[in-house]
């Protein structure tokens, strides 16, 4: 089973930018002050709410300061897997994707 992380400095699309001109960012999400990116070719299945999930705010101002907060989300444990090391985030269980914390390494899956 592979799995695929995207860096926190990471951006997807081509040139970092869809067609609408928005910059894209990977999802990030804090979560007991630990930080988690995306993680994509990962079957993983959804456990019981842990709390809430934060989106780092994006840097859209210019260089000024403050920027778009994003909305948080739930955070959900992840069947095997520690909290320490990889939480789903979504609205609803059957929506949420798995994110993990970035080593630069692959996730221990057991």
Known sequence: MALVMLPPTAACGSGGTQANSEVVYPRAFTYDDRTYTSAANVEFRVGSKLGTATPPRRNDTGGQKGGTPLVAENAYAVKG??????????????????????????????
């Not at 909290?83 to 609803?92: F, L, Q, R, S």
């Open 81 to 110: 897997i520690s909290p320490k090391m990889a939480i789903a985030v979504g609205e609803i269980p059957e929506e949420a994707v798995l994110t993990a914390v970035y080593s630069g390494k692959e996730l221990p899956l057991r």
